[in-house]
């Protein structure tokens, strides 16, 4: 072999190199120079240069968080669902199965990660799987209600009375659970209920392969949503213990804890997760607003030092104060809140801002981002840093920040 035939290899065996900018400078300059009199070489460089753009890494290979509700869309738009999902289901939907994605990604050390789950009484530290069997707990009640298999074994004592019960085996109120955990804490009060068959389930799983615990979890929601196909009114009534929701709010409720505790898992092992879309924040949103009076109601009662001006009675008409929420970022809104009871009034419907009954003059105007108002709700930010934008009564403001967070539950 000639001189000349051994450098045209050696040239030819950068071309890989070359084209993904790994030839040091004098070499690539050689090889450049070499292309420029070599038609055989050059076609080469330029297949394994395009070839390399394939690989650039300067878009991420993570698949847009809307790809998915475009895809069904499509797939809808094509052949209708023999039993499509409410709209009020479709959150749930979509946080389950971006949960589950997350789950399926991770390795045996990431399932050892311990969360932080904050809420108002506290925070809990829990790892993947038992974030997934504290969720399948609470959803465990919705499946109650829609006469569905219960997850949470029965406590000591009480599957006599569940039969008795047709079936209800939520535990009395302020029951300690059976076995105990010891990074879920008992709590007594209104929340005995769901941390008892929290700590229950989680007992009874404690011996199972975090993928099986997914699994069953997964199972559960693909019932759910099946079974909400079939009452698409949604006013069964949802049992917390510690309150009562219609199933069409019990599902979004659902949907904005699936999300935070993903968060909080995505947090601990370092995984990127996007925030809900923006029509099904728009739901969340809506729900924290209207249950907004009832934290309101509960401040007052358990710390009255937050309290702005002495509340009215319920039904006073006009003297009832009202605060003028605007919700900014992809779920944007307006709504007219009463802060001596009642209920919430659009302020950007139909009718404008003076629709609904006469309160007077908002005393106060509050402006914060849709998803930070459910974080906020979750007990997941501090309400006296939160950047709000606010005008008028500053107490009245500050009541409904350290109000927002008692809608959170352990």
């Known amino acids: 072999m000639s001189s000349t035939e051994e450098r045209h290899d050696a040239l030819r065996s950068l071309l890989g ?16 120079q070499h292309l420029s009199a070599c038609p055989e070489c050059a076609e080469e460089a330029a297949r394994l240069r395009d070839a390399a753009g394939w690989l650039s890494l300067d878009e991420p290979l993570d698949q847009p968080g809307s790809l998915r509700q475009q895809v069904l869309d499509w797939c809808l738009g094509r052949r ?7 709209s009020w289901g479709m959150p749930y939907t979509a946080e389950t199965a971006k949960l589950d994605a997350l789950l399926r990604d991770l390795g045996p050390e990431e399932w050892q990660e311990v969360a932080e789950l904050p809420w108002h009484g506290g925070t809990e530290r829990l790892r993947p799987a038992e974030v997934i069997g504290r969720l399948t707990a609470v959803d465990g009640l919705l499946a109650l209600a829609l006469g569905l298999p ?3 074994p029965a406590a000591p004592g009480e599957a006599f009375a569940a039969v008795a019960a047709a079936g209800r085996r939520v535990p009395p109120q302020d029951q300690a659970p059976s076995a105990p955990v010891p990074r879920v804490p008992p709590q007594g009060g209104p929340y005995g209920a769901i941390t008892a068959r929290t700590a229950r389930l989680l ?3 404690g011996a199972l392969p975090p993928q099986s615990v997914r699994s069953r979890w997964r199972r559960q929601t693909h019932d759910l949503v099946r ?26 409720d659902r949907a904005l804890e699936c999300y935070v505790h ?24 809506e729900l924290v607003v209207r249950m907004l009076p009832r934290a309101l109601a509960g401040l007052r009662a358990a710390r009255p030092e937050h309290a702005g001006a002495p509340a009215a ?6 003297a009832g104060r009202r605060l003028r929420l605007v919700v900014d970022g992809p779920a944007s809104g307006e709504w007219l809140v009463p802060l001596d009871g009642g209920g919430p009034d659009r302020a950007d419907g139909p009718d404008g801002p003076d629709a609904g009954p006469s309160g007077g003059e908002p005393v106060a105007s509050m402006v914060l981002d849709g998803l930070e108002l459910c974080q906020l709700a979750a007990a997941h930010r501090d309400p006296d840093r939160l950047p709000v934008g606010e005008h008028g009564d500053r107490a009245a403001v500050r009541e409904v920040l350290h109000a927002l967070p008692l809608l959170s539950r352990p």
């Open 17 to 32: 190199a070359w084209a993904l900018g790994a030839c040091p400078a004098g070499e690539a300059a050689d090889l450049e």
């Open 80 to 86: 209708p669902a023999e039993l499509p999902v409410p």
């Open 150 to 152: 219960d997850p949470v």
């Open 203 to 205: 007992a009874d799983q």
């Open 227 to 252: 079974s909400a196909a079939l009452a698409p009114q949604g006013n069964t009534p949802v049992d917390y213990g510690c309150g009562v929701l219609p199933l069409r709010d019990a599902f979004v």
């Open 262 to 285: 993903g968060e909080d898992v995505a947090r601990a092992v370092a995984y990127p997760y996007d925030p809900p879309s923006p029509q099904h924040l728009r739901q969340m949103v």
């Open 313 to 318: 009675p319920v039904g006073a008409g006009p």
